[in-house]
């Protein structure tokens, strides 16, 4: 077994805390992600669980054993780093190499793995060039396939694409989920990207000025965020917010945004928690907002906003509609083919069954499960 545990895990350097009471649990054989925006604490997370830092309070254990004070060589962990970190002087297959050499296996054992490592990674007829030689991605491959000859116990990768172009980081991403069904080792990664986040992991979890959001499968994250954070963060292009006030008008339960009003549905009257005159948070994805020119469902007694066109993005399969309702903009994803212009007048459909309803300071969701 892999697995991971951290128990009330902070890191300060100084004065200034990275991490503070994090706990979590990453199962043997996952793919788990740590996501968040630049100096949330996520590769202070990961050069704990290496032993590249030293923890401040709590304890990181990996297969039941509390490693703390372990050096990084007991720990059997492998760190795959964002700019490769590979030896210039070097060929290919030393790179891949040299930790084995340094740890004495025999000539005959290290060339087994480097070339076994090498086929697996498309890199044999790279093995006798250096790292000039070669393309960015072949290099993130080779500081991949130096991870791999040491058999570890658990794969630790930091931002390992972020130096890719777009093409490239979608085909590496392909090659690195292939690689975990096949090696079938505990891994996690580090990313700002919350599209990588969602398409490579098992779970996710969710940073913010090093404290825990929400864990939880891609999907869950997407459709039931916790908070404003979760919700804006993950998605993309991100969720939509309006200020609300609920208004009770007996049979149901509406919200006055001030420029338009919407008739929820009635599962929000049954949960409960929604009280008249109480300011909310309304969340609505941009996938959620409709032309109505195009709309295929029903447009019913409070779903319609008019909203004015204030820029217009054409994506390809479908345009991006940037918009104004009552002081406040927003974003919409609707047919390419509609005729739009700028400044002009445009009737939207909202999905009120897939809206987000949170505290109107965006700490807590109050809004029934999807």
């Given at each position: 077994?892999?697995?991971?545990?951290?128990?009330?895990?902070?890191k300060?350097?100084?004065?200034?805390?990275a991490?503070?009471?994090v706990?979590?649990?990453?199962?043997?054989?996952?793919?788990?992600?740590?996501?968040?925006?630049?100096?949330?604490?996520?590769?202070?997370?990961l050069?704990?669980?290496?032993?590249?830092?030293?923890?401040?309070?709590?304890?990181?254990?990996?297969?039941?054993?509390?490693v703390?004070?372990?050096?990084?060589?007991?720990?059997n962990?492998?760190?795959?780093?964002?700019?490769y970190?590979?030896?210039p002087?070097?060929?290919?297959?030393?790179?891949?190499?040299?930790?084995?050499r340094m740890?004495?296996?025999?000539?005959e054992?290290?060339?087994?793995?480097?070339?076994?490592a090498?086929?697996?990674?498309?890199?044999?007829?790279?093995?006798?060039?250096k790292?000039?030689e070669?393309?960015?991605?072949q290099?993130?491959?080779?500081a991949?396939?130096?991870?791999?000859?040491?058999?570890?116990?658990?794969?630790?990768?930091?931002?390992?694409f972020?130096n890719?172009?777009?093409?490239?980081r979608?085909?590496?991403?392909?090659?690195l989920?292939?690689?975990?069904?096949?090696?079938?080792?505990?891994?996690?990664?580090v990313?700002?990207?919350?599209?990588?986040?969602?398409?490579l992991a098992?779970?996710?979890?969710?940073?913010?000025d090093?404290?825990?959001q929400?864990?939880?499968?891609?999907?869950?994250?997407?459709?039931?965020?916790?908070?404003r954070?979760?919700?804006?963060?993950?998605?993309?292009?991100?969720?939509?917010?309006?200020?609300?006030t609920?208004?009770?008008?007996?049979?149901?339960?509406?919200?006055?945004?001030?420029?338009?009003?919407?008739?929820?549905p009635p599962?929000?009257?049954?949960?409960?928690?929604?009280?008249?005159?109480?300011?909310?948070?309304?969340?609505?994805?941009?996938?959620?907002?409709?032309?109505?020119?195009?709309?295929?469902?029903a447009?019913?007694?409070?779903?319609?906003?008019?909203?004015?066109?204030?820029?217009?993005?054409p994506v390809?399969?479908?345009?991006?509609?940037?918009?104004?309702a009552?002081?406040?903009?927003?974003?919409?994803r609707?047919?390419?083919?509609?005729?739009?212009?700028?400044?002009?007048?445009?009737?939207?459909?909202f999905?009120?069954?897939?809206i987000?309803?949170?505290?109107?300071?965006?700490k807590?969701?109050l809004?029934?499960?999807?």
């Amino acid at each position: 077994m892999s697995r991971v545990v951290l128990q009330n895990v902070s890191k300060w350097y100084g004065l200034v805390p990275a991490l503070e009471n994090v706990s979590l649990e990453v199962e043997d054989r996952e793919l788990f992600v740590l996501v968040g925006p630049s100096g949330c604490g996520k590769t202070s997370l990961l050069r704990l669980i290496a032993g590249l830092d030293d923890v401040t309070e709590g304890k990181i254990q990996i297969d039941k054993r509390v490693v703390n004070h372990d050096p990084p060589k007991a720990r059997n962990v492998a760190m795959v780093f964002q700019n490769y970190a590979l030896y210039p002087h070097m060929t290919v297959l030393d790179n891949m190499a040299f930790g084995l050499r340094m740890r004495g296996y025999s000539e005959e054992e290290i060339q087994t793995r480097v070339r076994q490592a090498a086929e697996m990674l498309e890199l044999l007829p790279l093995l006798n060039r250096k790292p000039n030689e070669i393309s960015g991605g072949q290099r993130q491959r080779v500081a991949v396939g130096r991870a791999i000859v040491r058999k570890p116990r658990v794969f630790l990768f930091d931002e390992p694409f972020s130096n890719l172009d777009a093409k490239m980081r979608v085909e590496t991403r392909g090659e690195l989920l292939r690689l975990h069904q096949r090696l079938q080792t505990t891994m996690i990664y580090v990313t700002h990207d919350q599209v990588e986040a969602m398409t490579l992991a098992d779970r996710i979890v969710v940073l913010k000025d090093g404290a825990i959001q929400q864990v939880g499968k891609p999907l869950e994250l997407y459709r039931r965020p916790k908070n404003r954070f979760v919700a804006e963060f993950i998605g993309s292009p991100s969720m939509n917010f309006f200020n609300v006030t609920i208004l009770d008008r007996g049979d149901s339960l509406w919200l006055d945004q001030g420029h338009f009003q919407l008739k929820l549905p009635p599962r929000f009257r049954r949960a409960g928690g929604l009280k008249d005159g109480m300011e909310a948070l309304l969340g609505v994805r941009p996938e959620d907002i409709h032309d109505r020119l195009f709309q295929t469902g029903a447009v019913t007694e409070g779903n319609t906003v008019i909203a004015i066109v204030q820029l217009v993005e054409p994506v390809g399969a479908e345009t991006h509609v940037h918009l104004e309702a009552g002081g406040t903009r927003f974003l919409a994803r609707v047919h390419a083919d509609n005729p739009l212009e700028m400044n002009q007048p445009m009737e939207l459909v909202f999905d009120l069954d897939k809206i987000h309803i949170f505290t109107r300071n965006g700490k807590e969701r109050l809004a029934p499960e999807p």
